[in-house]
């Protein structure tokens, strides 16, 4: 069994060890843009479209939970080639504890008391209500509903919006484009955990974002071409959403002259809300790639007409 791997960042000896301890019969090379040679599988982020080309490729599996990097290519993919997302492989816990974090900074005034700190000002702010302070969460996917149960814990009201409607315990469940404004005006924190397809980008407009209520958070924790950077920033700057947490930019890295940097209500981080862990993605992947030779189903097959 032949398996090609790329990512255009980072070490990939690691990977293909790794690989190789779990797929030990298995012929492991890295692509190069020169290589043509057939393979039978691709462990890929971002990967040029060539490579998705290759002879004999029974499937591609993504090195992520978002398969935009990969369906950006379009009609050019082979039409019956598999795409395999990352299914938590130990994400949930990065995002429950990323989101907690961004959400408890809002809720307790942390925000508040670091900017007090930067004027040496010792100064109590009122607390918000709880009971007030409804997280809305957009996509209640693998990592969506994971981050719900996550706050939960903390007693916040939790409210969760999705394409096809659920029924999660202590979360109430909204559904589809008719919901959305409901959804929104309750949101007193909105978390954007959706993937990036033609329906969902732009997402986070003006027009949507002025639907939270006054003083709204707004944390995206899924990808940057979600938000529309100018109108988030015309609503921070009129006070209409009180501060953002942002781990995706539609620039990446965010360019230091971007006016998010110099915005102290807007807080910033390198695209890390939920790393790749090594080990345990690969664990995955290669137990995939050892159902498909058994010719058995995998879980995590890409729906292309639905884009994730
Ligand atoms: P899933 O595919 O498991 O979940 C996606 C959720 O979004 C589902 O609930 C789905 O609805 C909902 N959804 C999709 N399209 C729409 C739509 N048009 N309207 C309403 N709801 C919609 O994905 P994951 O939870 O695993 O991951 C989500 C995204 O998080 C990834 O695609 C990736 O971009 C991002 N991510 C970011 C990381 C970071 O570090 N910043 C790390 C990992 C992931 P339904 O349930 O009805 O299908
Ligand atoms: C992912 C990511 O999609 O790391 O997994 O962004």
Known sequence: ????????????????EELAKHLPQAQLRVWTEADQQAADYAVVWKPPLPLLR???????FNLGAGVDGILQ????????????RLDDAGMGEQMVEYASWAVLA??????????QQQQAQWRFLK??????????????????RQIAAGLRQFGFPVNGWSRSRKD?????????????????????????????TAATTGIL??????????????????????????????????GHI???????????????????????????????????????SIEQIAGKIRMLERGEPIAGVVDRSLGY
Request: a neutral charge; one cysteine or more; glycine letters at 8%.
């Open 205 to 238: 407009n003006r027009a949507n974002l002025e639907k939270l209520p006054a003083g709204a958070f707004v944390i995206n924790i899924a990808r940057g071409p979600h938000l529309v950077e100018d109108d988030l920033l015309a609503l921070v700057q009129n």
């Open 54 to 60: 290759l002879p004999g490729l029974k499937a591609a």
């Open 168 to 196: 999660i315990e202590g979360v109430q469940c909204f559904a589809g484009d008719d919901e959305l404004d409901g959804f929104l005006r309750a949101s007193r924190v909105l978390v954007c955990i959706l993937p990036l």
């Open 1 to 16: 069994m032949k398996i090609v791997y790329y990512a255009p960042e980072g070490r990939p000896e690691p990977w293909l």
């Open 127 to 144: 607390p918000y209500p709880k009971r007030e302070f409804t997280v809305g969460i957009l996509g209640m996917g693998v990592l969506g």
């Open 242 to 280: 009180a501060g953002a947490t942002l781990d995706v930019a539609q620039q990446e890295p965010l360019p230091a002259s971007h006016p998010f940097w110099r915005e102290p209500r807007i807080t910033i981080t390198p695209h890390v809300a939920a790393v790749t862990l090594r080990p345990i």
């Open 73 to 84: 290519h379009g009609a050019q993919l082979p039409p019956g080639l598999p795409i395999v």
């Open 106 to 115: 809002y809720f307790r005034r942390f925000d508040d008391y670091a900017r």
